[in-house]
């Protein structure tokens, strides 16, 4: 059953053809218009920062290189120790940095029992570190293994919350999602589905904020999309589909040029418009040819582009279609490799990065501008993968490059960050490394001019001092 938005079914089968709907009751740059929260301008409050495009403007704060020696740390303006491991962005609301991780059970110790996994929400200070609040939720079970190259690749902490300036929203897979105010007292806790993916490979969507709505991709939960009441915890709608399966990417909220508000996903095969007041379908296209997404889409200037993994295909998509827009909204298909992260786009070009390469693409065409090899890390078995088979499995970042200023700042698994000046032929301006630390899965937030990072055992506020 198809559940457009006031058109006829197409013709031809894609995806959507598996869903159903469930009733249960910008950022502007310059036609797009952020409308998620009443979070303030200088807050990174949701997965990719404001309208998801890994953007933040520098100042004399922004540091370009740090070193974390216990005797000298230069840059550093604290750091504080985590209770556990994660791959979730932290997040920065007013005075407050939150971020999310577990323990337990995958941390690499003798005789762990799944039984005893525990998720953690840390909330600091800003300005110090200080732990103004933790909170730990024991995981409802049964748990995906910590087995194989899956959950072990990202754990049990891979959701980055969201926040509304007012209060705090949490997704932790099959144990649920839970809403705090930003004093760390609980509102409200919903599960979103118990289920697991074929593979068993965990969850990582994060949540996004609408209006009064809070959706939730519970792809691996419930093979579906769950818009929730923020003040309430009600279920609002469901979206149900098979193909939400094996996708981990999170979705995006773009005004088209007529004013009309799309939820936008990347899916396996397909790129989604879906009503975000409803969760019907508007339109649909194609998208990579991968058998699961991971990257977000990057959406500005009401085009939207979707990239994949290895595979290297990408498509460039016009927002404000309707129905099939294969024939209609489609601008380019181009060979863009990635891996996980997901691409900046800044001044009329993409940047991506996979296996140690910067790329560059024009963003009016999908075609290749320039490449970057980054230097070759320095790598112990140690920094090997978990759960990964071969030594290859090193360059599985899944941190996303992040636009501060002029320059990109980019974070490898093992804790290089690289900046790198954000040009049609970009050049390594300087290199930083977290000496003694590791397990950088998470996409630094950046506020006003500060860099708020996160390790398997830390969080940094890098500030220029």
Request: aromatic share 8%; glycine share 12%; charged share 20%.
């Amino acid at each position: 059953m198809w559940n457009f938005d006031e058109i006829s079914k197409p013709t031809g089968p894609t995806g959507y053809s598996k869903m159903m709907t469930k009733m249960t009751c910008c950022f502007v740059w310059p036609a797009m218009l952020l409308l998620t929260s009443t979070a303030l301008a200088e807050d990174w409050s949701r997965f990719l920062g404001p309208a998801g495009v890994l953007k933040a403007e520098a100042n004399q704060r922004t540091p370009t290189q740090w070193t974390v020696d216990d005797d000298q740390p230069t840059n550093v303006k604290w750091s504080v120790d985590l209770p556990g491991k994660g791959v979730s962005s932290p997040i920065v609301v007013g005075d407050k940095v939150i971020v999310t991780c577990y323990s337990g059970y995958g941390m690499g110790g003798d005789n762990e029992s799944i039984t005893d996994l525990v998720r953690h929400i840390v909330c600091a200070e800003k300005s110090t570190g200080d732990v103004l609040w933790q909170k730990t939720i024991e995981a409802v079970q049964p748990e995906d293994p910590y087995e194989g190259i899956g959950v072990p690749a990202h754990g049990y902490a891979s959701h980055t919350p969201a926040s509304d300036g007012e209060n705090v929203y949490v997704f932790l897979g099959k144990s649920g999602v839970i809403a705090y105010d930003l004093d760390g007292n609980q509102l409200w806790r919903k599960s979103v589905g118990t289920g697991s993916g074929d593979k068993r490979w965990g969850s990582s969507s994060s949540p996004i904020l609408y209006k009064n709505l809070l959706i939730v991709t519970a792809s691996e939960e419930d093979t579906a999309m769950v818009a929730l009441d923020k003040n309430s915890g009600e279920e609002v709608w469901k979206q149900a589909a098979g193909d939400f399966e094996s996708t981990w990417s999170t979705p995006v909220i773009v005004r088209s040029e007529d004013g009309r508000d799309e939820l936008i996903i990347n899916v396996p095969g397909e790129v989604w418009a879906m009503n975000p007041e409803t969760g019907k379908l508007i339109w649909h296209s194609r998208g990579t040819t991968d058998s699961s997404t991971a990257a977000s889409v990057m959406a500005v200037d009401g085009i939207v582009y979707a990239t994949g993994g290895r595979g290297g295909d990408a498509v460039a998509v016009r927002t404000g279609g309707k129905g099939d827009v294969n024939d209609t909204h489609v601008l380019w298909d181009a060979k863009v490799p990635g891996r996980f992260g997901t691409p900046v786009l800044h001044e009329g070009h993409l940047y991506t990065h996979g296996d140690g390469i910067l790329t560059v693409y024009d963003a009016t065409d999908g075609s290749k501008v320039s490449q970057l090899r980054l230097p070759k890390e320095t790598k112990s078995a140690d920094d090997r993968m978990p759960g990964s088979p071969r030594p290859g499995m090193f360059n599985m970042d899944y941190a996303s490059p992040v636009l501060i200023g002029q320059n990109l700042y980019l974070t490898t698994r093992s804790g290089t960050v690289y900046v790198i000046s954000a040009t049609p032929k970009p050049t390594l301006v300087a290199t930083s490394r977290f000496t003694g630390d590791k397990g950088f899965g998470g996409t630094p937030a950046v506020s006003e001019g500060e860099i708020f990072i996160r390790s398997d055992s830390r969080l940094y506020c890098l500030s220029k001092q």
